[in-house]
């Protein structure tokens, strides 16, 4: 066990503010779900701020006391909720078309869905072109810079209307056209002359982000989207202040890969080929469509394998891996997703096997408590004045942000591991790695 000092960390006391771009299945999936947890209509599964535990010192100590306990987290009741999206729906409504949870339960939660209301986003259809319906609730006047700041200007409003205290933002919309970094987004002074100019690498998320930062709240990006994996990001959040996480939350398929291959590398088997294929039929199935956005989807979800069985280092196993990803809009299935996937595995003397999975999730109810726990994370980290790249909350992404200089680290359990013990190193407590000699006589 390695010694830690201890982080002064600010009190979780008055509101937490949590601000959504896209107020689809995910948001009103989270803002139903907390306020049927408020309420003891049901529980937050899924959720390690609410529901995790957390070992402080030796097994035999017997310590393990709730993260809720352990770090000062904002309470769900304390919690308020706003956003943008370019349908008009309020949450109530979009809750029911979005068909994610039973009709009882949205309508128990009704009062609390009907007032919150959508403000009018930032949009460019170049980037999602698959939405379809009245996307009329938009920004329509002015530069990126100025519709920059018509978001500050709605965020102000939201604080001053919801009494806020502290704000996150979370990246809850659809995913955008693939994205490659280019020089307007190579420094702070560049990216703001492109706003003011439109420059046309410059994604409506990140606009978002750049409001955010700009405010010194937290931003994660539970989309693929480049956003805030760029230079001109870090620059902003470490001028303001502000941690940055992302990207693209880690649910179904992804979820299981990252539990499945660290297994599968640990005992030294070997994968020849990975097929994964998926069908959904939400409005995120329906977006992906769109060869552009899938392929921004596509690279996130092919990372995964090659950073956590480097065939560079073990090519007798993975050097030769065929992985390929599908996903499949299928409007009758709604948000309970299906994925497949098929693995050629081989073993002692290169004698081949199989795995088949069928996983039968749903999305949105995978989605909303990783949304949950971010946004607490995130408003602890920036109460611990914890700014820039937040790694250790890589556990919740398909795709994590990391140093320029670095590999994402993909395998779940090193990063559940690196998400406690930054818990722990905040709080002064030993650091856990699990060696084991205080036990032993070695």
């Given at each position: 066990?390695?010694?830690?000092?201890?982080?002064?960390?600010?009190?979780?006391?008055?509101?937490?503010?949590?601000?959504?771009p896209?107020?689809?299945?995910?948001?009103?999936?989270?803002?139903?779900?907390?306020?049927?947890?408020?309420?003891?209509?049901?529980?937050?599964?899924?959720?390690?701020?609410q529901?995790?535990?957390?070992?402080?010192?030796?097994?035999?100590?017997?310590?393990?006391?709730?993260?809720?306990?352990?770090?000062?987290?904002?309470?769900?009741?304390?919690?308020?909720?706003?956003?943008?999206?370019?349908?008009?729906?309020?949450?109530?409504?979009?809750?029911?078309?979005?068909?994610?949870?039973?009709?009882?339960?949205?309508?128990?939660?009704?009062?609390?869905?009907?007032?919150?209301?959508?403000?009018?986003?930032?949009?460019?259809?170049?980037?999602?072109?698959?939405?379809?319906?009245?996307?009329?609730?938009?920004k329509?006047?002015?530069t990126?810079?100025?519709?920059?700041?018509?978001?500050?200007?709605?965020?102000?409003?939201?604080?001053?209307?919801?009494?806020?205290?502290?704000?996150?933002?979370?990246?809850?919309?659809?995913?955008?056209?693939?994205?490659?970094?280019?020089?307007?987004?190579?420094?702070?002074?560049?990216?703001?002359?492109?706003?003011?100019?439109?420059?046309?690498?410059?994604?409506?998320s990140?606009?978002?982000?750049?409001?955010?930062?700009?405010?010194?709240?937290?931003?994660?990006?539970g989309?693929?989207?480049?956003?805030?994996?760029?230079?001109?990001?870090?620059?902003?959040?470490?001028?303001?202040?502000?941690?940055?996480?992302?990207?693209?939350?880690?649910?179904?398929?992804?979820?299981?890969?990252?539990?499945?291959?660290?297994?599968?590398?640990?005992?030294?088997?070997?994968?020849?080929?990975?097929?994964?294929?998926?069908?959904l039929?939400?409005?995120?199935?329906?977006?992906?469509?769109?060869?552009?956005?899938?392929?921004?989807?596509?690279?996130?979800?092919?990372?995964?394998?090659?950073?956590i069985?480097?065939?560079?280092?073990?090519?007798?196993?993975?050097?030769?891996?065929?992985?390929?990803?599908?996903?499949?809009?299928?409007?009758?299935?709604?948000?309970?997703?299906?994925?497949?996937?098929?693995l050629?595995?081989?073993?002692?003397?290169?004698?081949?096997?199989?795995?088949?999975?069928?996983?039968?999730?749903?999305?949105?109810?995978?989605?909303?408590?990783?949304?949950?726990?971010?946004?607490?994370?995130?408003?602890?980290?920036?109460?611990?004045?914890?700014k820039?790249?937040?790694?250790?909350?890589?556990?919740y992404?398909?795709?994590?942000?990391?140093?320029?200089?670095?590999?994402?680290?993909?395998?779940?359990?090193?990063?559940?591991?690196?998400?406690?013990?930054?818990?722990?190193?905040?709080?002064?407590e030993?650091?856990?790695?699990?060696?084991?000699?205080?036990?032993?006589?070695?």
């Amino acid at each position: 066990m390695t010694e830690a000092k201890k982080i002064e960390i600010a009190g979780a006391s008055g509101r937490l503010g949590i601000l959504l771009p896209g107020m689809g299945a995910v948001s009103t999936t989270l803002i139903a779900g907390v306020e049927a947890v408020r309420r003891g209509i049901a529980k937050p599964i899924g959720s390690l701020t609410q529901m995790g535990t957390i070992r402080l010192g030796k097994r035999t100590e017997e310590k393990n006391p709730t993260i809720k306990e352990f770090v000062p987290l904002a309470e769900l009741d304390n919690l308020r909720f706003g956003g943008w999206d370019v349908f008009h729906d309020n949450c109530f409504e979009a809750a029911v078309k979005c068909e994610v949870l039973e009709r009882h339960l949205i309508d128990e939660v009704r009062p609390t869905l009907e007032r919150i209301k959508p403000m009018s986003a930032v949009f460019d259809p170049r980037f999602v072109k698959n939405l379809k319906g009245d996307t009329s609730n938009v920004k329509n006047s002015g530069t990126l810079m100025d519709k920059a700041e018509q978001l500050m200007r709605d965020i102000d409003a939201f604080v001053d209307r919801e009494r806020v205290d502290r704000l996150v933002m979370l990246w809850c919309g659809s995913t955008e056209a693939y994205l490659e970094r280019q020089p307007v987004h190579e420094d702070l002074a560049g990216f703001e002359k492109g706003l003011r100019e439109n420059d046309p690498a410059i994604a409506p998320s990140m606009v978002y982000a750049y409001a955010a930062l700009k405010k010194g709240m937290a931003y994660c990006n539970g989309a693929p989207n480049l956003t805030v994996d760029i230079p001109a990001m870090w620059e902003l959040a470490d001028k303001t202040g502000s941690p940055i996480s992302g990207k693209d939350f880690k649910t179904g398929q992804t979820l299981l890969k990252t539990i499945l291959a660290p297994g599968l590398k640990a005992r030294m088997l070997g994968v020849k080929g990975w097929f994964s294929t998926n069908i959904l039929g939400n409005r995120d199935g329906e977006v992906l469509e769109d060869p552009e956005s899938f392929k921004t989807k596509e690279v996130s979800k092919l990372g995964a394998l090659d950073y956590i069985f480097q065939p560079e280092i073990y090519p007798d196993l993975y050097k030769n891996l065929f992985h390929k990803v599908r996903i499949n809009y299928y409007p009758p299935r709604g948000d309970s997703k299906e994925g497949w996937d098929n693995l050629d595995i081989f073993g002692w003397l290169g004698y081949p096997m199989q795995i088949k999975i069928d996983f039968l999730c749903r999305d949105s109810i995978l989605a909303a408590p990783v949304a949950l726990d971010l946004v607490l994370f995130s408003d602890l980290a920036k109460r611990a004045k914890l700014k820039g790249i937040q790694e250790w909350l890589s556990f919740y992404y398909k795709s994590p942000m990391t140093s320029p200089k670095l590999y994402p680290e993909h395998d779940l359990f090193v990063q559940q591991m690196k998400l406690l013990n930054t818990l722990r190193y905040l709080k002064g407590e030993t650091l856990i790695t699990h060696l084991g000699n205080e036990y032993y006589d070695f």
